[in-house]
């Protein structure tokens, strides 16, 4: 029997060996008091050694903790006694041991189920460290028990030990070595479940030494297994069956070396799994062998230091020994040492080239320097190490596919050569369906693009394989391979729209043939939906690629690296028909990868290229819009080339290598306000320059606004190894990686001419920008020049679109890992300190736009303040996103005032209670007004808050929802302070936006009719108004013309302007008056108005100034000048050249007024006290009627204007 099968059996050995017999209902005795004497039942414990009617006082253990759980050392003395334990709180082991050191010698424990007559086989691990029993009594018996335990209650354990040889546990002790007779075996005490009965021996090892245990010749078919340990702690040092004979020519008889050491206890176990007869076995030791193991590591899939591959472990005194190069990615060392000893080793890349070791867990053991050491035993016989990767416990996995996203990738390698294709892969069929048959492909090895298979379309004009690429109607997908056609041989494929053949052919590519498959030019191919010539190599292996974009209806394919067609595809994508078009095909395909572009890109996102669905080989400026060179010209020496060398991920980047003609243009769309970010993936290697600048416009030339130089100085071509300038950054050089991917990134807010570098995840400086973005210049800036560009992400960050915002902060302008309050001013944290655990921490793990976030985490300690101001009037609005990853809480509240603890105004409290109490995830509560919200887990979310300090009210929103409306809030708005309330924190905050919201104001029109002024001889200067405007909250001055707004000209000399106050001063007193002056008040009547007491009913009677109720809503007022009436009046001073009478007058329901003579054609307006028109009449004859309505008591000026122009005036009063 293999050991791996009993060591799963060996799960069930604990448990079966703890209660083959505790099951037994073996009582716990008690036998006094007498009114309780009797049997209880009692469950042996899966751990310690057997009860065996140990006899003793039962005494409840005291923990000193007012509790008798056994989980604190005991407090009362148990020297001889019984202890009586209650179960819960810990572990059952740890309430034996504790009464074990109070010295017990055994132990009950009381369980806490009310059921009747309900215990439990006790589980745990004790190291073997226990040596007493212990049991398990019901709840109900115990509390019997428990009830006597003042008057001295003596207890019996149960006889639970087997009896010698009939049960496992009841081990027999054998003295040394020597030949031995075992009993036939009886019970049910067998360790594995696929025996009953056993018999188990211990045996302490004399020496270091090779034991030999065997029952060759003793009469049996016998299984042997020799373990270590005790009860429920048991491991499994060597197994054999059926290795010598038995005494009657059978070799069912067991023989097992293994190695022992000093002192250490062994036990030998014999079940009858095969045969439960007696046996005789021997027991014998003999010295430890040296053997020779064989060290492995595969460097196959890494670059090998110059120096070779080394090891160093306890065998070489850690002295770095050269390992042997195998000549296949493979480096080996032979070592001998002492069968049995203990080793530790590692595997160097190079001298001090120490593998990687934080994965070896598996297969190692702590080094001391936040590592591991490889460990093992050594065995008694010489030993080949398996191969492994270095730094892994396990081989390197195969290099299948160089794209780990392929959806198929084969290179016919594991298929029988002779073999067809559909009958080894489900990708694989024929037009027909049939598998083996003549239209199948053919394995063969005769050529290859990477040994030793691929497969053939040959010249029989019967093949016809089907390549199934699973009927794919949307997405974006890339398919390649490498081809291969003879010379004076041609090649055909088409796409089929469905796995079905036939239903659609959308693309037909011919090699040395034409469109009717009739061989024509070899070497020339054509594409015949478009009619798109090419040519490719013969005798020579050449890759055929295809990018497939079903959401934009487009196929772009490549031959040996050119596109050779951009075509409409507005098919599906069903399968590639490889067909036998005529007798001089004959044609080889090799290393078919197929995957879906699986580009994750952010909804933001202006451009986002992993460079994936473009050919290896090809050139970037014919691949996307946003790719071009300095000249404009595709695919020349200016352009980028894609190259499957290196990438960040998948399988391509772009590569502007040491030429100096290359000068690839990344346009970025000639941005002149808001904010963006700009990332991409770059690859130096080692003494190799980079280079890239920042161009203004599109069209280059125009503008240097930055440049960055990798591994070289800016102002000359000196190497500086792992080092780079920018010609901004003020706190240059900067430091990056050679040889490996780092990020390069930008973020530019155009508005406020700033922009951040960062540089593999480090700010290398905040700097001042005050050009546009027009196009990035990735150049070959010198013939040391080489570098790679991959994953490029250009998005557009949230605009701060308010004109009164206080605080707008993304994150994306700090250094990730970085304190919120080392980088800008509104961050700060409860005590104040900097850079501390209360900090906030700029994260990269989560972010709503861009990359970045603010983390609070489960420390507990994080106290983070957003501080607003201390305001203590108008309206703000604060929002931010918020992100709550699943099973985490969140909580945050507001601060009267920026210095914390003044008072808390508000409480948000996300899955937890009001007192931070853990509560239900997804569900959180306002501890101010107890109202109850929920917010998504998982993603982000929206938090709005608008605090009316002047109402006194707020309105909060989160997820979108209208959590509060109208809700009270009486104090100040000093800070937020988000703060890690319990170990389940965990919370993200981005795109913060902090405004003053705009007062609600009225808007009121002042006009100025100049036409008797003028006519009265006074010259035009320049017309102004003055007041107490700025008392009234106005943005003007109080009584300063000079600061007055200009007015406009309305004609008919008429001249308007328009003053907003808050809407809050409504109803408040106005006292202005009109000008025509610039730059001093002149005279009261020429440069001034100065009202006169007959216009008392609109002016202040303590002087001549106007007086207006300031309205509540927009109104459009007009004033004759220096006088209460309205525009294109005459003033009531003024000879009336038309007699009227107006009576009543006062009136309060109708008046009329009586002309002496007929008027034609005329006019009557009514107006108030502020000029406003009111009503208007035509008039024809001597009378009008005019009737109260909705006129308003108060004055009221009735201006007469007749055909002929002429006018007048009468006060009207309306009761």
């Given at each position: 029997m293999l050991k791996d099968y009993l060591s799963k059996l060996l799960v069930f050995a604990v448990l079966f060996w703890a209660t083959g017999t505790a099951l037994s209902q073996s009582p716990l005795t008690i036998s006094a008091p007498v009114g309780i004497a009797g049997d209880y039942i009692a469950v042996q414990a899966a751990f310690g050694p057997w009860a065996n009617a140990q006899a003793a006082d039962l005494v409840l253990i005291d923990d000193g903790t007012g509790v008798s759980n056994g989980c604190a050392p005991a407090a009362n003395d148990l020297t001889g006694k019984i202890a009586l334990i209650d179960r819960g709180a810990c572990a059952f082991t740890v309430?034996?041991?504790?009464?074990?050191?109070?010295?017990?010698?055994?132990?009950?424990?009381?369980?806490?189920?009310?059921?009747?007559?309900?215990?439990?086989?006790?589980?745990?691990?004790?190291?073997?460290?226990?040596?007493?029993?212990?049991?398990?009594i019901s709840y109900n018996n115990c509390q019997?028990?428990?009830?006597?335990?003042?008057?001295?209650?003596?207890?019996?354990?149960?006889?639970?030990?087997?009896?010698?040889?009939?049960?496992?546990?009841?081990?027999?002790?054998?003295?040394?070595?020597?030949?031995?007779?075992a009993t036939p075996l009886t019970g049910t005490g067998s360790l594995f479940s696929d025996a009953v009965a056993a018999k188990v021996y211990t045996i302490v090892a004399p020496s270091d030494a090779v034991m030999n245990v065997n029952s060759?010749?003793?009469?049996?078919?016998?299984?042997?297994?020799?373990?270590?340990?005790?009860?429920?702690?048991?491991?499994?040092?060597?197994?054999?069956?059926?290795?010598?004979?038995?005494?009657?020519?059978?070799?069912?008889?067991?023989?097992?070396?293994?190695?022992?050491y000093a002192g250490q206890t062994y036990l030998i176990y014999w079940d009858d799994?095969?045969?439960?007869?007696?046996?005789?076995?021997?027991?014998?030791?003999?010295?430890?062998?040296?053997?020779?193991?064989?060290?492995?590591?595969?460097?196959?899939?890494?670059?090998?230091?110059?120096?070779?591959?080394?090891?160093?472990?306890?065998?070489?005194?850690?002295?770095?020994?050269?390992?042997?190069?195998?000549?296949?990615?493979?480096?080996?060392?032979?070592?001998?040492?002492?069968?049995?000893?203990?080793?530790?080793?590692?595997?160097?890349?190079?001298?001090?080239g120490w593998e990687p070791s934080a994965d070896l867990t598996d297969c190692g053991i702590d080094d001391g320097f936040g590592g591991f050491n490889r460990y093992g035993v050594a065995g008694l016989t010489d030993e080949n190490l398996g191969l492994v990767c270095i730094g892994s416990c396990y081989p390197c996995p195969p290099p299948a596919c160089s794209n780990p996203n392929a959806i198929i990738c084969d290179n016919f390698d594991n298929y029988a050569a002779g073999s067809t294709t559909a009958a080894n892969a489900p990708w694989?069929?024929?037009?027909?369906?049939?598998?083996?048959?003549?239209?199948?492909?053919?394995?063969?090895?005769?050529?290859?693009?990477?040994?030793?298979?691929?497969?053939?379309?040959?010249?029989?004009?019967?093949?016809?394989?089907?390549?199934?690429?699973?009927?794919?109607?949307?997405?974006?997908?890339?398919?390649?391979?490498?081809?291969?056609?003879?010379?004076?041989?041609?090649?055909?494929?088409?796409?089929?729209?469905?796995?079905?053949?036939?239903?659609?052919?959308?693309?037909?590519?011919?090699?040395?043939?034409?469109?009717?498959?009739?061989?024509?030019?070899?070497?020339?191919?054509v594409v015949a939906e478009d009619g798109s010539t090419f040519t490719y190599p013969e005798d020579t292996w050449f890759e055929v690629v295809h990018m497939f974009d079903l959401d934009a209806n487009n196929l772009r394919t490549f031959v040996n690296g050119v596109m050779v067609s951009s075509m409409d595809f507005t098919g599906n994508l069903g399968a590639i028909d490889f067909f036998s078009i005529n007798s001089d095909n004959t044609f080889y395909i090799d290393d078919v990868e197929y995957t879906a572009v699986l580009t994750e890109c952010p909804a933001n996102a202006l451009i986002c290229d992993g460079l994936e669905f473009y050919a290896t080989g090809s050139n970037t400026a014919a691949q996307a819009a946003w790719w071009s060179t300095w000249s404009g010209a595709e695919g020349g020496p200016e352009d980028g080339i894609v190259s499957g060398d290196q990438a960040y991920e998948g399988i391509n980047s772009m590569l502007v290598s040491n030429t100096g003609a290359q000068d690839v243009l990344l346009l970025l769309g000639n941005k002149s306000t808001g904010s963006y970010r700009l990332s991409w993936q770059m690859y130096v290697p080692t003494g190799a320059h980079g280079y890239f600048n920042i161009q203004n416009e599109e069209t280059p030339g125009v503008q240097w606004?930055?440049?960055?130089?990798?591994?070289?100085?800016?102002?000359?071509?000196?190497?500086?190894?792992?080092?780079?300038?920018?010609?901004?950054?003020?706190?240059?050089?900067?430091?990056?990686?050679q040889d490996q991917w780092f990020e390069v990134a930008m973020a530019f807010d155009l508005d406020n001419d700033q922009m951040a570098v960062f540089i593999d995840g480090t700010r290398i400086g905040l700097l001042p920008y005050t050009g546009n973005i027009g196009s990035i210049d990735f150049f070959s800036v010198d013939n040391t020049n080489t570098y790679y560009i991959d994953n490029v992400l250009y998005t557009e960050l949230p605009a701060c679109d308010s004109p009164d915002a206080l605080i707008c902060d993304n994150l994306e302008f700090y250094e990730g890992g970085s304190f919120t309050s080392e980088n800008a001013a509104w961050w700060s944290t409860w005590s104040g300190a900097s850079a501390g655990p209360e900090d906030g921490i700029v994260s990269t793990d989560y972010a709503q736009s861009g990359t970045k976030s603010l983390y609070v985490g489960n420390t507990g300690a994080q106290d983070v303040l957003l501080l607003l101001g201390n305001q203590t009037s108008g309206s703000y609005n604060l929002r931010w996103s918020m992100y709550i990853p699943a099973g985490h809480v969140a909580y945050y509240n507001v601060q009267e005032d920026e210095t914390p603890g003044v008072a808390w105004n508000l409480n948000m409290h996300f899955g937890n209670d009001t007192q931070g109490n853990t509560a239900t995830f997804g569900q959180g509560v306002v501890a101010e007004t107890g109202t109850a919200f929920t917010y998504p887990e998982d993603t982000w979310f929206d938090v709005v808050h608008t605090f009316n300090l002047d109402d006194n009210t707020m309105d909060i929103w989160v997820d979108g929802v209208q959590v509060e409306s109208g809700a009270p809030y009486t104090g100040n708005l000093g800070g937020i302070d988000i703060f890690s309330i319990n170990s389940d924190n965990t919370v993200y905050f981005d795109d913060v936006l902090y405004e003053a919201l705009p007062v609600p104001t009225v808007s009121v029109t002042f006009a100025v009719d100049l036409t008797y002024y003028l006519a009265a001889g006074n010259t035009l200067e320049t017309v102004k108004i003055a007041g107490n405007f700025g008392a009234n909250g106005a943005a003007?001055?109080?009584?300063?013309?000079?600061?007055?707004?200009?007015?406009?000209?309305?004609?008919?000399?008429?001249?308007?302007?328009?003053?907003?106050?808050?809407?809050?001063?409504?109803?408040?007193?106005?006292?202005?008056?009109?000008?025509?002056?610039?730059?001093?008040?002149?005279?009261?009547?020429?440069?001034?108005?100065?009202?006169?007491?007959?216009?008392?009913?609109?002016?202040?009677?303590?002087?001549?100034?106007?007086?207006?109720?300031?309205?509540?809503?927009?109104?459009?007022?007009?004033?004759?000048?220096?006088?209460?009436?309205?525009?294109?009046?005459?003033?009531?001073?003024?000879?009336?050249?038309?007699?009227?009478?107006?009576?009543?007058?006062?009136?309060?329901?109708?008046?009329?007024?009586?002309?002496?003579?007929?008027?034609?054609?005329?006019?009557?307006?009514?107006?108030?006290l502020a000029g406003q028109v009111m009503r208007v009449y035509a008039v024809n004859g001597p009378q009008l009627i005019i009737a109260k309505g909705d006129l308003a008591p108060g004055m009221y000026f009735l201006n007469v204007v007749t055909e002929d122009g002429t006018s007048a005036a009468q006060k009207l009063v309306v009761e």
């Open positions: 309430k034996a041991l504790n009464a074990e050191a109070a010295g017990a010698i055994a132990v009950v424990v009381c369980n806490n189920s009310t059921l009747p007559d309900t215990a439990i086989v006790m589980g745990g691990t004790d190291g073997c460290a226990l040596t007493i029993p212990a049991v398990m019997i028990i428990k009830a006597e335990l003042g008057n001295g209650v003596t207890a019996t354990m149960p006889a639970n030990k087997p009896a010698d040889g009939e049960a496992v546990g009841a081990e027999i002790a054998l003295p040394g070595a020597g030949t031995y007779t060759c010749n003793g009469g049996a078919d016998t299984r042997l297994v020799v373990l270590q340990g005790c009860r429920n702690a048991l491991s499994i040092v060597g197994d054999n069956d059926d290795a010598c004979d038995l005494g009657t020519g059978e070799l069912f008889a067991s023989s097992l070396d293994v190695v022992v799994v095969w045969d439960a007869n007696g046996f005789d076995f021997n027991v014998s030791f003999g010295a430890l062998p040296t053997v020779n193991l064989t060290f492995n590591v595969d460097m196959s899939q890494s670059v090998v230091n110059p120096s070779g591959m080394k090891i160093a472990g306890s065998f070489t005194g850690w002295t770095q020994t050269d390992m042997t190069d195998n000549g296949d990615g493979t480096w080996s060392y032979t070592a001998a040492v002492t069968a049995g000893d203990e080793l530790q080793w590692k595997y160097l890349n190079g001298t001090d694989w069929s024929t037009w027909s369906g049939a598998v083996g048959g003549a239209e199948d492909g053919i394995v063969s090895d005769a050529q290859a693009s990477s040994a030793p298979n691929s497969l053939l379309v040959a010249n029989t004009g019967a093949q016809d394989v089907l390549l199934l690429l699973g009927n794919q109607t949307g997405g974006k997908y890339r398919l390649a391979w490498n081809m291969y056609i003879p010379a004076n041989h041609v090649g055909y494929y088409n796409v089929q729209d469905d796995e079905t053949p036939g239903v659609a052919w959308n693309l037909n590519m011919h090699f040395g043939n034409d469109t009717q498959g009739n061989t024509a030019v070899f070497g020339e191919g606004n930055m440049e960055a130089y990798f591994n070289r100085k800016a102002a000359s071509a000196t190497t500086t190894p792992g080092l780079g300038e920018t010609t901004l950054a003020t706190d240059d050089p900067f430091a990056f990686p003007l001055p109080d009584w300063d013309p000079t600061a007055a707004p200009a007015f406009t000209d309305l004609g008919n000399d008429v001249w308007s302007t328009t003053i907003e106050f808050p809407a809050a001063s409504a109803g408040q007193n106005l006292e202005f008056k009109f000008l025509n002056t610039a730059t001093s008040w002149g005279n009261c009547g020429v440069q001034q108005e100065c009202m006169g007491a007959e216009d008392a009913n609109c002016k202040n009677p303590n002087n001549d100034n106007r007086l207006l109720v300031i309205p509540a809503v927009d109104t459009d007022l007009c004033y004759t000048w220096e006088t209460c009436l309205g525009c294109n009046v005459v003033a009531t001073h003024e000879f009336i050249e038309i007699p009227m009478t107006i009576a009543p007058n006062p009136f309060s329901e109708q008046t009329v007024v009586s002309f002496n003579s007929a008027i034609l054609d005329g006019q009557v307006r009514l107006t108030n």
